[in-house]
């Protein structure tokens, strides 16, 4: 007779009801390739946004100019951001790239590079299930505010988990 009671429900009645709980949660460790142009605000810009949200940077600066990169190290060593929130990794861009989305500890990986290089990032992040946010070459400008490159960058900097909570019983009248 159980069966007959859940099936004969009342049309305004459902057997289950819940809460759903939305949580914002920092992704981890973020590997962060960074294009060659702009070079302070690139760097800036995309290093904030993942820093803001909790997250640890692994972050390679512009390989033609890694002095202004290596130069705001200085700033973090001096400032109240803990020691190993920002690890700035400097040389080949596609050759660290290719050990940084490989490496299972890292959960995510952001390249602005060339079209090639993302596609390797988006491949082999497949192995590990890897969140990625690559550019395919596509130049950015950096100081045009309609861009909204902060919301863009907030956005993949977190994780949205859902939990929800169930209430009621199955078998209620």
Not at 18 to 41: N, S
Not at 101 to 108: F, K, P
Not at 162 to 171: E, H, K, R, V, Y
């Amino acid at each position: 007779m159980v069966w007959k009671r859940i099936t004969q429900k009342r049309s305004w009645e459902t057997p289950f009801y819940g809460a759903t709980v939305k949580i914002h949660e920092p992704v981890g460790v973020i590997g962060i390739a960074c294009p060659d142009r702009c070079l302070l605000v690139e760097f800036i810009s995309l290093l904030a946004p993942a820093v803001i949200r909790s997250n640890t940077v692994v972050i390679i600066p512009s390989q033609s100019h890694p002095m202004v990169a290596v130069d705001m190290y200085q700033v973090f060593d001096t400032s109240d951001l803990p020691s190993s929130v920002v690890i700035i990794v400097t040389g080949d861009r596609d050759h660290l790239t290719k050990y940084l989305t490989e490496h299972e500890d890292v959960q995510a990986m952001w390249y602005f590079g060339s079209a090639e290089g993302s596609k390797f990032v988006e491949c082999s992040s497949a192995v590990n299930v890897k969140r990625t946010f690559v550019n395919y070459g596509q130049s950015r400008d950096w100081f045009d505010n309609a861009q909204e490159h902060g919301e863009e960058f907030l956005f993949h900097s977190t994780e949205c988990k859902n939990i929800w909570l169930p209430m009621g019983d199955i078998f209620a009248n």
